[in-house]
């Protein structure tokens, strides 16, 4: 676009804790309710569609896609596309454990014809309580780095064939240098994303 251009941006987000308490009750209504009122209040502003890099809250996406003012780009979605541009085909998924556990990677990857796998119960709960207790306040512990690049070892010994880093904090921790996988940065491939599609 030139030197020093880029499309123009508007970001609004509610604090995480408006979305845990509807998350953790299994209201995802009540999610769809902020996430619209995101849209609404960037739509106003100008906005030609909208982004969310919070994988977990995608499962609400349906219901938001019904009363959205403007478009969306779906993260598993676009994960997925770039997956299957690389020629993967058994994606290993961590996130949060709602996100583990939920529909929003089976649907998207599905869609895809691509299958996946996620951890064991117990992992589910470590890796969440990791995400919680210590990435989203900024900790990044080696022991829990470690913790990770096993579960990602157990679950290439499953066959997959990349790991979808789907939670906006585990990059910052899990080094594609050194993971027993091939990285797919959930946030970063979204970013991209929205820009092709802003310079569209």
Known sequence: MGEHLHPEITMHTHPLSEYMMPIR??????????MLSSANKVARSGADF??????????????VREKTPIPWLHIARVVAEE??????????????????????????????????EIPEAEDRERINQIIFKELVCG???????????????????????????GCTEIPLLVRPDDCPLPT????????????KKAME
């Not at 900790?139 to 880093?165: G, H, M, Q, T």
């Not at 940065?185 to 991209?192: E, F």
Request: charged share 20%; proline share 4%.
């Open 83 to 116: 997956a299957g541009r690389k020629g993967f085909q058994h994606l290993a998924i961590l996130g949060t454990k709602f996100l583990m556990a939920g529909p929003v990677y089976p649907e998207a990857l599905q869609r895809a014809g691509l299958s996946w």
């Open 139 to 165: 900790i990044f512990p080696e022991n829990s780095r470690l913790y990770f690049n096993w579960v990602i070892r157990k679950l290439k010994a499953r066959s997959c064939d990349a790991v979808v880093l």
């Open 25 to 34: 009750a299994g209201d995802w209504e009540k999610v769809a309710e902020l």
């Open 184 to 195: 797919m940065d959930s946030t970063r491939l979204l970013a991209r994303a929205a820009l």
């Open 50 to 63: 909208a982004i969310c890099p919070d994988n977990t809250i995608h499962q609400a996406f349906e219901l």
